[in-house]
């Protein structure tokens, strides 16, 4: 029987490569020959949850030879996708996200969830399934509910993440939050970047009315570690304000811990940033915004919507 | 809390009805206020199974308000689907096609598998969910399954709509094969049509390399009863031909009970036929495919490979 490649989306986060293993089980578990593979190098928080469990990392594979059959996890978007993927035969989906540029030829699985994260999803299919659950799926599976939720408190963390967190702590017997907070805290570990990469290790560019903008974000166990490179920090985004023609740059810090976000903000629509929160950007080119965690659900949209 | 619609596909078979009644009991069992509707008449074959059970049919709907909310049953493609789709939020699927001309701006439930019918997909979430299955709900889903299956002989007929017919039955309490061949019978009650509206009850248009044909399908309990009818029934179809500027026309006459089909075929590229199935169309213009019942899987793949 042909091969079956399993894999999340490019730029891999912590829920793309756990949950494609996690898949691999399953899909073993129903007699498939199958294997997770990624598409992109491990971000330092995965390498941790890789090294506590001293489990083998899925191969890296770049592109898919035609008809090669495959099993998407955690995306389904084919700009997210690996390349080539039209030449593969989808067989099945198992995701959290909308669904957009996505089409198949042959009827397929495919399992969705408005959750906070593929893993509880996934959790949800062991579950009903009644198929047991080991204890290095278990860490998997609560590393993905852990990363994608910052710990069940992001606004994107659902009751079904929260109840699959609780369930999978006491089969995995560990300290979810302990060990939670210092895999989250390896993935904040920024020292090796130059300021140039440090605000393009996650920003996202929008454009509305005419303007162009960009929301950068970095997760830290402490803000002030990230705002101490404040000056090399802003004279990479002037940069990119000058290279880009934008009309605004925000650079969101986000403190894990506490949830909170502090944001430097530059370019000529500053105000924008002011009118969307109600407050003032104060001497330090910075504002700071309380709870806010979510590039997705709580900056976004007020600033849009303010343009 | 605003009502939720759910429906299946434009011009609804036994499926996409049955299984939106059943889906709209699954969403009350979690809470949700939802209503089955339909987007269209009900055929022969779907008045016999609520005629048979005595309950109420969904009401018709012909297009949708601005942020309506909907469950989608047996489709998903924008096409087959209500007028006006964009305006609604697809909350839900339930299906067992391809996916295809799709897309949503915010997470939701999916759930395809590909199975033969809507309602084996339905019947596996009540048992996985441990939900009790009224003795009505059996009886529509296994009306799904026949229908969609011919009595589990169609080729696309898996092991889990076996599986999901025989566990049915004994919910039902039912001779689900009896049943099953009265139902059927009752659509392909055809005498109430006129050879054009025979020819055009269920009739597909295909282009491959610059020819154009329609492939029509009926179901019949005697292909003879039909065939009686062939010297107006050709008439319809010579006049389709130049109206549509056809180069064939495949009339299937299909035989549910012993598995047949015998089709009329007419036009100029009529040796596409003879090639693709390696038999003489007869005296009657005429040919008989033993074993044939499937268009999407016997009929179209074999003649568009000729072309």
New interface residues.
């Given amino acids: 029987m042909e091969k079956i490649l399993i894999f999340g989306h490019k730029s891999p986060d912590t829920d793309s490569i756990c949950s494609s293993v996690v898949t691999e089980k399953l899909a073993k578990h129903y007699g498939l020959d199958a294997e997770a593979v990624r598409l992109g190098d491990l971000n330092k928080e995965t390498e941790y949850v890789f090294n506590y469990l001293g489990i083998e990392v899925p191969k890296k594979i770049s592109e898919i030879e035609e008809g090669q059959k495959v099993i998407l996890v955690d995306h389904n978007e084919k700009e997210q996708s690996v390349d080539g993927r039209e030449k593969a035969e989808i067989i099945g989906v198992i995701d959290?996200?909308?669904?957009?540029?996505?089409?198949?030829?042959?009827?397929?699985?495919?399992?969705?969830?408005?959750?906070g994260c593929t893993s509880t999803v996934l959790f949800e299919i062991f579950k009903?399934?009644n198929i047991e659950i080991d204890k290095v799926s278990a860490k998997l599976m609560l590393s993905a509910i852990i990363s994608d939720t910052l710990l069940l408190k992001s606004p994107t963390c659902t009751d079904k993440d929260r109840e699959a967190y609780s369930e999978l702590e006491k089969i995995a017997e560990i300290n979810a939050e302990e060990y939670g907070l210092e895999m989250l805290k390896a993935g904040t570990d920024l020292s090796m970047y130059s300021a140039d990469e440090v605000i393009n290790l996650d920003a996202k560019e929008f454009s509305e009315k005419g303007k162009k903008l960009v929301i950068a974000q970095v997760n830290t166990a402490d803000i002030n570690d990230v705002f101490s490179r404040k000056e090399e920090l802003e004279f990479a985004m002037e940069k990119s304000i000058a290279d880009r023609k934008l009309d605004l740059y925000m650079f969101l810090i986000t403190d894990i811990i506490n949830t909170n976000s502090k944001v430097i903000v530059l370019g000529n629509d500053r105000s924008v940033v002011e009118k969307a929160f109600g407050k003032s950007i104060d001497e330090n080119d910075s504002i700071f915004l309380e709870g806010v965690v979510s590039r997705k659900k709580q900056v976004a949209p007020p600033i849009l919507a303010v343009l």
């Fill in positions: 959290h996200h909308r669904i957009a540029a996505f089409e198949t030829v042959y009827p397929l699985y495919y399992m969705a969830k408005p959750y009903r399934e």
